[in-house]
């Protein structure tokens, strides 16, 4: 993440031509470390990027065909049985629960579903409708971005020809490309004319989940079951390796890593689920690396403040998310939630999600480094908004020990916004935002309310010198454009650095362009 161009630096009234920006550099101290970064790429945007079951080898081992039962198969095998699935669809019916040491690989082609196939439709009003097909009635779950309908956490989704269909709330609301399931009287009721056409509904709640240690999962689409919210369609264990598969359509999270210690989720493609992509609950050291997770939380999760969107890791300890393309989720890109530590965000391309690019709150011990993170909160539903409060490219809220370094952060709804909120206490006593290292990053805002800076509530006032900003270069439309803020009051670049924030940083008068690597140009005002 280099540039080029001139930077200018704020001297008096004027601009002072100060040569090429200079090259980002970690800031010093005895914080956390972040080892081998240059190991870890920031993946493109460019369609250049890999994953998927392409990326898997070719599977050698015990057979299962689409007429088996996976399950049964898998339970009948001894440890460390390696599995193939066949090409072809395979509805899963029941979850299969691999043993220890065990591989549950696919030939190329090979798809579970949780799904089943509705063909018994009759004319009704306009409408289509069958019946006998759902689940009864359960309670809600979540919290849902129409907190009036609160249909989100509904797990039986349909899909006509393969394409997700919209729930509606009522039968009067139900239109081509829609449906409405009635768990009262056991009906659903459908849009479209299903004549010619394949219509499937989600079932089966997981996939692949069990307690036994070491497992693989490998070169498999994964797709359309019914998970809960929080859960996954695939929920990793201890030491279990999940890579190269395609986990898809599924109503809740993608993939879960639960108590999965030393766990591995890499070169994924996780993508339009329900809720998230991708979660995790303590856990410790585990990798998430060179996944894409993109466009989740199709089933309409609040996307403000529900763990909807990209990527939430929650109660683990160390390990690292790195080198994943993180782009167009309704929610947060990458968010780690109550009482994370030592966690590392690195090098990861985080592009036009509704909400914050990177919130990190409420843990401690965090390293935020090289990233690309742009376009992202410019979401307009509930909850959503503009101001510091509402977050921005990377929010770091009632967290300690947090660096914030040598990101790129451009075009986004803010830049770096640091939250200091009344949060209660926790495991290790009360929840207050200290020692936040923000330096070496690349910042670009322009027009509107777009700010990089603090706020605080009454009750959670920052000491001084608890936050500090230096080394930075800021991308600014104005010089004079109040576009940093301190706890309340607005300031100019030359205002904020008389503060004390910023005084070794470059204020460069300029519009950023960001292309699909990552690289960011400078380029002049008004051009």
């Known amino acids: 993440m280099k540039t080029t161009v001139l930077a200018f630096v704020a001297v008096g009234t004027g601009l002072v031509a100060v040569g090429p920006l200079p090259a980002n550099s970690a800031p010093a101290g005895d914080g956390p470390t972040f080892e081998d970064q240059q190991t870890v790429s920031t993946p493109p945007a460019d369609g250049t990027f890999r994953t998927g079951p392409a990326l898997a080898p070719a599977c050698t081992g015990v057979p299962i065909r689409t007429t088996d039962n996976a399950a049964k198969v898998v339970d009948d095998a001894p440890t460390g049985t390696t599995f193939c699935f066949t090409t072809g669809w395979h509805r899963i019916t029941e979850t299969i629960h691999p043993k220890a040491d065990q591989v549950l690989a696919g030939n190329s082609g090979a798809v579970l579903t949780g799904s089943v196939r509705l063909t018994r439709w009759t004319p009704s009003n306009g409408d289509w409708v069958t019946t006998g097909v759902l689940p009864p009635a359960y309670a809600q779950t979540g919290q849902c971005e129409d907190n009036t309908a609160n249909v989100c956490h509904l797990g039986e989704q349909l899909f006509l020809d393969s394409k997700h269909l919209t729930r509606v709330a009522t039968r009067d609301k139900v239109a081509p490309g829609t449906f409405y399931a009635d768990y009262a009287a056991n009906a659903v009721y459908l849009g479209s004319d299903p004549a010619g056409h394949s219509i499937e509904m989600s079932k089966t709640q997981t996939a692949i989940e069990s307690g036994a240690t070491g497992v693989t999962v490998r070169g498999l689409t994964i797709e359309h079951f019914a998970t809960p919210p929080q859960g996954g369609a695939v929920v990793l264990g201890l030491g279990w390796r999940v890579y190269a598969n395609d986990i898809r359509w599924n109503h809740g999270v993608g993939a879960m890593l639960v108590n999965a210690d030393g766990a591995v989720l890499e070169k994924n493609h996780i993508h339009s689920n329900g809720q998230l992509g991708i979660g995790q609950y303590s856990t410790l050291k585990a990798t998430i690396a060179a996944n894409e997770v993109s466009y989740n939380n199709t089933d309409g999760f609040w996307i403000a403040d529900w763990e909807s969107g990209g ?66 909160g410019f979401g307009t539903g509930r909850g959503s908004g503009t101001s510091l409060w509402d977050g921005g490219g990377i929010n770091v809220n009632t967290s300690s020990n947090v660096q914030v370094r040598d990101n790129v952060v451009a075009n986004n709804v803010n830049g770096i916004a640091i939250q200091s909120r009344t949060r209660g206490s926790g495991p290790w006593g009360t929840n207050v935002l200290r020692d936040i290292v923000v330096a070496g990053n690349q910042v670009t805002m322009r027009g509107g309310t777009t700010a990089t800076g603090m706020v605080q509530n009454s009750g959670a006032v920052i000491p001084a010198g608890e936050v500090a900003l230096n ?19 607005w300031y100019t670049a030359k205002q904020w650095r008389a503060t004390g924030q ?16 990552g690289l960011l140009r400078i380029l002049p005002a008004g051009s």
């Open 471 to 489: 080394d930075n270069t800021y991308i600014l439309d104005s010089l004079s454009a109040e576009r940093f803020q301190k706890t309340g009051q």
């Open 502 to 517: 910023d005084t070794t940083s470059v204020f460069a008068l300029g519009r950023a362009v960001l292309d699909a690597t």
């Open 311 to 376: 990527i939430k890791t929650t109660w683990s300890s160390g390990g690292s998310v790195s080198g994943n393309l993180i782009r167009y989720n309704r929610g947060v890109g990458l968010w780690s939630d109550a009482y994370d530590d030592s966690r590392t965000f690195s090098n990861n391309q985080i592009l036009g999600n509704a909400a914050d690019g990177i919130r990190y709150e409420i843990g401690r011990n965090g390293v935020i480094a090289d990233n690309v993170i742009s376009g992202n």
